[in-house]
């Protein structure tokens, strides 16, 4: 079964099992993928229904389930991700003597995979965003670019590496005109621009908001807006800066899912880095982690074989430092660190994160959260 | 309307971001309609005759607060513009810019701005169209013959109307009369008319070659005597330059009929107009030393110049000679009828009537001045000028004869003067000053919207900068070691190699150096590329001026330089070639716009 037929199966069995919310994203994915405007003006048509009659899920389904159908018929050429779209090779970036020094890093990005940069403040998160963003210049190494547009300079190169800083800018004017502004900048025909812009913002959940103005949205909505625009750009390499600042946890899952299934679009996969501090929803859809301390890089799968294999639970509960040694007594604990709020327990390798949970639940203790970050970038953190 | 504005918005948006984004097609379509607005304000601005009594009404843009409106609304637009335009901005989101795209974005700015500025020129054709259409060359030139003609009666000035005034017939016109009683040889014959004393002499000539400079020891006699050598003028042919001085008394009072002022003595012109064919200055290239006695003797006395050699002075008094010779008083009355008629629908201020005019001028016998018409109404409190006690007896006898009757001859004269002058108007003269203004302020704009704010302030702090010290500079070496021409060399070229240097950063050290000052270089060389290259012109007229004065020494000289190449033109030349520039210039823009920070 191709890629693509697996994903179409996926979507009906969302579908089916009335998660219209998340299906309808899926549908959208397939279609776009499809690039056929016929199938864009139909589920910009859909979207607009089922804006104006949100109560007719029934219907819903069945529309969108027969635009399946046909997309399914659309093949789908599947993009080879094998060969990496930025080497960096042992880069450096320092400040200045005895100031802030990034690197030696060594990283290969490829399209289609979501790399997470995870690190406390002032550990060079941002610097190597924009060393790989060409922004700022590195003093040392190597970065390569191999993207697919042939580009004759280092202005067109740009053209197609997207860097979404922190503090995003202000639009001015109609959020839709500024949409249509960048297709049409970048050569789509006139009569596709307005296609695909609202097949975007369909996409991106923003179809009540587009006759807003940018002073009268959310930061989630302003944040979704600008992924909308970056996503019209069709950049081969994406890096953005704490996309999830100042989002609600909800908003965050929404649009880390979102952007992972751009990024793992079939036949126009973007290479994706982002920095966050909200560990666990950035490893969760990442890839690979990336985790710097001190401007020094270490990813998460490395780490973890280099150290001791330890089982690290975090706990947070009401009972007191010494019940929790009892109850653990015969786990082989090796270690149990409170920082305050919540321990951090290292057992042996051999135990099982299960029979942590279970020896909790038997002894009836109070927990009101626990997490394995054994193999979480989270226990850089914590320890 | 507002469907119209937005589907036309959403075409351009989707086919040229470009011009949708500058906001071309509405700008244009804004300062269009606003000519439009301006050129019938033209139109309407001199539809009353009375607006052409005044001096100079063609600047009338600058005095009746149009110029004024002109700059707001002109501020107004470019302000309103500037606020939409800089809601998008392609290039710095690194949306894919070709060179045509960027430099098609300057050639906007530049056609906006030079088309929100230039309302002036609108009013100016207005004003000319209005004067074209109700004042035909053909109608005009019939009125200025009249006024002409009729000048001779006007009867305003008693100097008009003296026997020294006279051309006409022969010999007058070959005589000099002499009226500085200093001069006079009361031994021989001399005509007098109160204490006024007039005598004429016969020239003669000394002719010199055209290419020997011009020599005063024919004009004073030897240097050191400063004797009276009696010149007159001279006139220059193609190849001879002719001196004329004074030569023997003629008697001509068997040709005088009266020495009393008479219109027969009349020889000045009222009008010249513009489309006189008389090629009169032409001969007299070089007159404007007549009559040059060694004055240094007289610096005390009042010394009338004698400009009236002149052909058409002769002409002019041979016309009003010919009329007061067929002494038709029907056509003097047509003629003061005619007149009086355009003077009327021009709303001259007189109190003349034909009859009343005839009345006091037509004298047949001998045609002598028996009346005075003033130059304006008399007041209610008319204090004469010169109190009675200190009058000449020339002054005492124009008083005696002055009527109540006035004619503002002044308010005609500007009425023709304007009409001819606003005719041959050329409004597109001014270009050169909007188009610059338009180059320097759509450069700014273009480097603000490819830069940033901060590198703008920073070129502009630069430049203050570099003024400051170079012109330190300047003041220390020019204190060291003079005002020498070494000095001026060395502070010349001291400039260009700077600014050789600022132009060069950008185009070939850009990788080396920190994208703030190569931002700043770059800034700089868009905006002063024309004044980049009029400091070369500059250093090349010094060149030339030095090796031609050392050539010719004479300080009188001409020495033609590269500017006298084209004059004007080179204008137009540094406008291109600063649009040219910033076409090449366009990928350096977009090499500095891809330079990665620190």
């Given at each position: 079964?191709?890629?693509?037929?697996?994903?179409?199966k996926?979507?009906?069995?969302?579908?089916?099992?009335?998660d219209?919310?998340?299906g309808?994203?899926?549908?959208?994915?397939?279609?776009?993928?499809t690039?056929?405007?016929?199938?864009?003006?139909?589920v910009i048509a859909?979207?607009?229904?089922?804006?104006?009659?949100?109560?007719?899920?029934?219907?819903?389904i069945?529309r969108?389930l027969?635009?399946?159908?046909?997309?399914?018929?659309?093949?789908i050429?599947?993009?080879?991700?094998?060969?990496?779209?930025?080497?960096?090779?042992d880069?450096?970036?320092s400040?200045?003597?005895?100031r802030?020094?990034?690197?030696?890093?060594?990283?290969k990005?490829?399209k289609?995979e979501?790399?997470?940069?995870?690190?406390?403040?002032?550990?060079?998160?941002?610097?190597?965003l924009r060393?790989?963003a060409?922004?700022?210049?590195h003093?040392?190494?190597?970065?390569?670019?191999?993207?697919?547009?042939?580009?004759?300079?280092?202005?067109d190169?740009?053209?197609n590496l997207?860097?979404?800083?922190?503090?995003?800018q202000?639009?001015?004017g109609?959020?839709?005109?500024?949409?249509k502004?960048?297709?049409?900048n970048y050569?789509?025909?006139?009569?596709?621009n307005?296609?695909r812009?609202l097949?975007?913002?369909a996409?991106?959940?923003?179809?009540?908001?587009?006759?807003?103005?940018?002073?009268e949205?959310?930061?989630?909505?302003?944040?979704?807006f600008?992924?909308a625009?970056?996503?019209?750009?069709?950049?081969?390499l994406?890096?953005?800066?704490?996309p999830l600042?100042?989002?609600?946890?909800?908003?965050?899952?929404?649009?880390l899912?979102?952007?992972?299934?751009?990024?793992?679009?079939?036949?126009?996969?973007?290479?994706?880095?982002?920095?966050?501090?909200?560990?666990?929803?950035?490893?969760k859809?990442?890839?690979?982690?990336?985790?710097?301390?001190?401007?020094?890089?270490?990813?998460?799968?490395?780490?973890v074989t280099d150290e001791?294999?330890q089982?690290?639970?975090e706990?947070?509960?009401?009972a007191?430092?010494d019940?929790?040694m009892?109850?653990?007594?015969?786990?082989?604990?090796?270690k149990?660190?409170?920082?305050g709020?919540?321990?951090?327990?290292?057992?042996?390798?051999?135990?099982?994160?299960s029979?942590?949970?279970?020896?909790l639940?038997?002894?009836?203790?109070?927990?009101?959260?626990?997490?394995n970050?054994t193999?979480?970038?989270?226990?850089?953190?914590v320890s | 309307?507002k469907?119209?504005?937005?589907?036309?918005?959403?075409?351009?948006?989707?086919?040229?971001p470009?011009?949708?984004?500058?906001?071309l097609?509405?700008?244009?379509?804004?300062?269009?309609?606003l000519?439009?607005?301006f050129?019938?304000?033209?139109?309407?601005?001199?539809?009353?005759p009375?607006?052409?009594?005044?001096r100079?009404?063609?600047?009338?843009f600058?005095?009746n607060?149009?110029?004024?409106?002109s700059?707001?609304?002109?501020?107004?637009?470019l302000?309103?513009?500037?606020?939409?335009?800089?809601?998008?901005n392609?290039?710095?989101n690194?949306?894919?810019?070709?060179?045509?795209?960027?430099?098609?974005?300057?050639?906007?700015?530049?056609?906006?701005i030079?088309?929100?500025?230039?309302?002036?020129?609108s009013?100016?054709?207005?004003?000319?169209?209005?004067?074209?259409?109700?004042?035909p060359?053909?109608q005009?030139?019939k009125?200025?013959e009249?006024?002409?003609?009729?000048a001779?009666?006007l009867?305003e000035?008693?100097?008009?109307y003296?026997?020294?005034k006279?051309?006409?017939?022969?010999?007058?016109?070959?005589?000099?009369?002499?009226?500085?009683?200093?001069?006079?040889d009361?031994?021989k014959s001399?005509?007098?008319?109160?204490?006024?004393?007039?005598?004429y002499?016969?020239?003669?000539?000394?002719?010199?070659p055209i290419?020997e400079?011009?020599?005063?020891?024919?004009?004073?006699?030897?240097?050191?005597s400063?004797q009276?050598?009696?010149?007159?003028?001279?006139?220059?042919?193609?190849?001879?330059?002719?001196?004329?001085f004074?030569?023997?008394?003629?008697?001509v009072?068997?040709l005088?009929?009266?020495?009393?002022p008479?219109y027969?003595?009349?020889?000045?012109t009222?009008?010249?107009s513009?489309?006189?064919?008389?090629?009169?200055?032409?001969?007299?290239?070089y007159d404007?030393?007549?009559n040059?006695y060694?004055?240094?003797?007289?610096?005390d006395?009042d010394?009338?110049?004698?400009?009236?050699?002149s052909?058409?002075?002769?002409?002019?008094?041979?016309?009003?000679?010919e009329l007061l010779?067929?002494?038709?008083?029907?056509?003097?009355?047509?003629?003061?009828?005619d007149?009086?008629k355009?003077s009327?629908?021009?709303k001259?201020?007189?109190?003349?009537?034909?009859?009343g005019?005839?009345?006091?001028?037509?004298?047949?016998?001998n045609?002598?001045?028996?009346n005075?018409?003033r130059?304006e109404?008399k007041?209610?409190?008319?204090?004469p000028?010169?109190i009675?006690?200190?009058?000449?007896?020339?002054?005492?006898?124009?008083y005696n004869?002055?009527?109540?009757?006035?004619y503002?001859?002044?308010a005609?004269?500007?009425?023709?003067?304007?009409?001819?002058?606003i005719?041959?108007s050329d409004?597109l003269?001014s270009?050169h000053?909007?188009?610059?203004?338009?180059?320097?302020?759509?450069a700014?704009?273009?480097?603000?919207?490819v830069?940033?704010?901060?590198?703008?302030?920073?070129?502009?702090?630069?430049?203050?900068?570099?003024?400051l010290?170079?012109?330190?500079v300047?003041a220390?070496?020019?204190?060291?070691?003079?005002?020498?021409?070494?000095a001026?060399y060395?502070?010349?070229?001291?400039?260009?190699?700077?600014?050789?240097?600022?132009?060069?950063?950008?185009?070939?050290?850009?990788?080396?150096i920190?994208?703030?000052?190569?931002?700043i270089?770059?800034?700089?060389?868009?905006?002063?590329?024309?004044?980049?290259?009029?400091?070369?012109?500059?250093?090349?007229?010094?060149?030339?001026?030095d090796?031609?004065?050392?050539?010719?020494r004479?300080?009188?000289?001409?020495?033609?330089?590269?500017f006298?190449?084209?004059?004007?033109?080179?204008?137009?030349?540094?406008?291109?070639?600063?649009?040219?520039f910033?076409?090449?210039?366009?990928?350096?823009?977009?090499?500095?716009?891809?330079l990665?920070e620190?």
């Amino acid at each position: 079964m191709s890629q693509a037929e697996a994903r179409i199966k996926e979507v009906i069995s969302f579908l089916n099992n009335k998660d219209t919310v998340l299906g309808y994203r899926k549908l959208m994915d397939c279609v776009i993928d499809t690039q056929d405007l016929d199938l864009f003006r139909e589920v910009i048509a859909l979207t607009d229904w089922k804006e104006q009659f949100p109560e007719k899920e029934e219907e819903l389904i069945e529309r969108s389930l027969a635009i399946l159908e046909r997309v399914a018929t659309i093949p789908i050429s599947e993009y080879n991700t094998k060969n990496p779209v930025v080497i960096g090779s042992d880069l450096i970036k320092s400040y200045g003597y005895n100031r802030f020094k990034l690197g030696p890093i060594s990283v290969k990005i490829h399209k289609g995979e979501v790399y997470g940069l995870v690190g406390e403040n002032g550990n060079g998160k941002t610097t190597l965003l924009r060393v790989l963003a060409k922004e700022i210049k590195h003093n040392e190494g190597l970065l390569d670019f191999k993207f697919d547009t042939t580009y004759n300079s280092e202005y067109d190169l740009r053209t197609n590496l997207v860097y979404i800083p922190q503090r995003t800018q202000k639009w001015y004017g109609s959020l839709k005109d500024n949409l249509k502004f960048v297709l049409s900048n970048y050569g789509i025909p006139p009569e596709e621009n307005e296609t695909r812009v609202l097949m975007m913002i369909a996409r991106f959940g923003l179809w009540n908001y587009k006759h807003l103005k940018w002073s009268e949205l959310s930061s989630g909505y302003k944040m979704r807006f600008e992924l909308a625009r970056t996503l019209l750009r069709q950049p081969e390499l994406l890096l953005l800066d704490e996309p999830l600042a100042n989002l609600d946890v909800l908003a965050q899952q929404v649009i880390l899912e979102d952007l992972k299934s751009m990024c793992n679009s079939i036949n126009n996969p973007i290479a994706l880095i982002l920095s966050s501090q909200q560990l666990y929803e950035v490893e969760k859809i990442s890839d690979k982690v990336i985790y710097l301390k001190d401007g020094q890089y270490k990813d998460n799968k490395q780490v973890v074989t280099d150290e001791d294999n330890q089982l690290i639970v975090e706990i947070d509960c009401e009972a007191k430092r010494d019940e929790l040694m009892t109850i653990f007594e015969n786990l082989n604990l090796e270690k149990l660190i409170y920082n305050g709020g919540i321990y951090v327990a290292y057992f042996n390798q051999n135990t099982a994160f299960s029979s942590v949970l279970e020896s909790l639940g038997k002894h009836k203790v109070d927990v009101t959260y626990t997490r394995n970050i054994t193999k979480s970038t989270r226990r850089f953190f914590v320890s | 309307m507002k469907k119209f504005i937005f589907k036309t918005n959403q075409y351009l948006l989707e086919r040229y971001p470009t011009i949708w984004n500058t906001k071309l097609v509405w700008m244009l379509s804004i300062a269009i309609l606003l000519h439009i607005v301006f050129f019938v304000f033209g139109l309407f601005t001199l539809a009353n005759p009375k607006m052409l009594q005044e001096r100079n009404v063609q600047s009338i843009f600058f005095e009746n607060g149009s110029i004024f409106l002109s700059i707001v609304i002109s501020i107004l637009l470019l302000v309103a513009w500037v606020i939409y335009m800089f809601k998008n901005n392609a290039f710095k989101n690194f949306y894919p810019s070709t060179r045509l795209k960027l430099f098609g974005q300057f050639i906007s700015y530049i056609i906006i701005i030079f088309s929100c500025t230039t309302f002036y020129i609108s009013y100016q054709y207005g004003m000319k169209t209005q004067i074209i259409a109700t004042y035909p060359d053909e109608q005009v030139n019939k009125e200025i013959e009249i006024a002409n003609d009729a000048a001779l009666f006007l009867s305003e000035d008693i100097a008009d109307y003296t026997l020294n005034k006279r051309r006409f017939p022969k010999p007058f016109y070959e005589l000099y009369c002499e009226d500085n009683s200093k001069f006079i040889d009361y031994d021989k014959s001399y005509l007098s008319f109160e204490e006024d004393d007039y005598q004429y002499y016969s020239l003669r000539t000394i002719e010199t070659p055209i290419d020997e400079p011009f020599n005063n020891t024919i004009i004073e006699g030897s240097s050191d005597s400063y004797q009276n050598t009696g010149y007159v003028f001279n006139k220059t042919t193609d190849s001879i330059r002719t001196y004329y001085f004074k030569d023997s008394v003629v008697n001509v009072q068997g040709l005088v009929k009266t020495a009393f002022p008479s219109y027969y003595n009349m020889s000045s012109t009222f009008f010249v107009s513009r489309n006189d064919t008389l090629n009169d200055d032409d001969d007299y290239k070089y007159d404007y030393s007549y009559n040059d006695y060694n004055y240094n003797d007289y610096l005390d006395y009042d010394y009338n110049y004698k400009t009236s050699f002149s052909l058409r002075d002769r002409l002019r008094n041979k016309r009003n000679y010919e009329l007061l010779e067929r002494n038709d008083k029907q056509e003097i009355k047509q003629l003061l009828e005619d007149f009086l008629k355009f003077s009327n629908y021009y709303k001259i201020d007189h109190s003349l009537t034909t009859v009343g005019w005839l009345n006091l001028v037509y004298h047949p016998n001998n045609f002598e001045v028996k009346n005075f018409i003033r130059d304006e109404a008399k007041s209610e409190y008319d204090y004469p000028e010169v109190i009675a006690v200190d009058r000449t007896k020339t002054e005492e006898f124009y008083y005696n004869h002055l009527t109540d009757y006035h004619y503002e001859n002044s308010a005609l004269r500007n009425v023709f003067e304007n009409i001819e002058s606003i005719k041959a108007s050329d409004p597109l003269e001014s270009i050169h000053v909007f188009m610059w203004i338009a180059f320097f302020f759509a450069a700014i704009i273009f480097v603000f919207r490819v830069t940033g704010l901060k590198q703008l302030l920073f070129s502009i702090i630069t430049v203050g900068v570099l003024t400051l010290t170079i012109s330190l500079v300047a003041a220390l070496i020019f204190y060291l070691a003079g005002n020498g021409d070494a000095a001026e060399y060395f502070m010349v070229y001291l400039i260009l190699v700077i600014a050789t240097l600022i132009l060069l950063i950008p185009i070939v050290f850009y990788k080396r150096i920190k994208k703030l000052v190569v931002a700043i270089c770059l800034n700089i060389s868009i905006v002063a590329f024309p004044l980049y290259i009029l400091l070369i012109l500059v250093i090349i007229n010094m060149h030339q001026l030095d090796a031609c004065n050392k050539y010719y020494r004479d300080i009188n000289y001409h020495c033609n330089t590269i500017f006298d190449l084209f004059e004007f033109g080179w204008s137009w030349i540094l406008f291109f070639c600063g649009i040219i520039f910033i076409f090449f210039y366009t990928k350096i823009i977009k090499n500095w716009k891809s330079l990665p920070e620190g």
